[in-house]
């Protein structure tokens, strides 16, 4: 027998499309890239999701000039060391 709860993860649950919104609005040409563990609307709102290695693989493959990673605050600093030439626009 398998229980389910209707929770979510507390990190990511607290973006929104809104502030997707003003991300865009604060940092014009940024690239957002949002886990897949966001709410629906920021997926849909956000320029690609993935899981942790794609988000991380897509900046190294795509190098954006600008970026934002919606999820774990380390691990936008982890990619970040990995990516020094892409500016890291950081949510937290």
Same mark, same amino acid.
């Given at each position: 027998?398998?229980?389910?709860?209707?929770?979510? !993860?507390?990190?990511?649950? *607290?973006? %929104? @499309? $809104?502030?997707?919104?003003?991300?865009?609005?604060?940092?014009?040409? #940024?690239?957002?890239?949002?886990?897949?563990? !966001?709410?629906?609307?920021? *997926?849909? %709102? @956000? $320029?690609?999701?993935?899981?942790?290695?794609?988000?991380?693989?897509? #900046?190294?493959?795509?190098?954006?000039?600008?970026?934002?990673?919606?999820?774990?605050? %380390?691990?936008?600093?982890?990619?970040?060391?990995?990516?020094?030439?892409?500016?890291?626009?950081?949510?937290?």
């Amino acid at each position: 027998r398998i229980m389910t709860w209707p929770g979510a !993860c507390e990190v990511h649950e *607290l973006f %929104s @499309a $809104d502030d997707v919104e003003a991300l865009r609005e604060a940092h014009p040409g #940024v690239v957002i890239l949002a886990h897949p563990e !966001c709410p629906p609307d920021v *997926l849909e %709102s @956000a $320029d690609f999701a993935g899981s942790t290695a794609a988000l991380a693989n897509y #900046v190294k493959d795509e190098s954006p000039a600008k970026v934002v990673l919606l999820t774990e605050c %380390s691990m936008s600093d982890n990619v970040a060391a990995e990516n020094p030439g892409v500016d890291f626009v950081r949510p937290c």
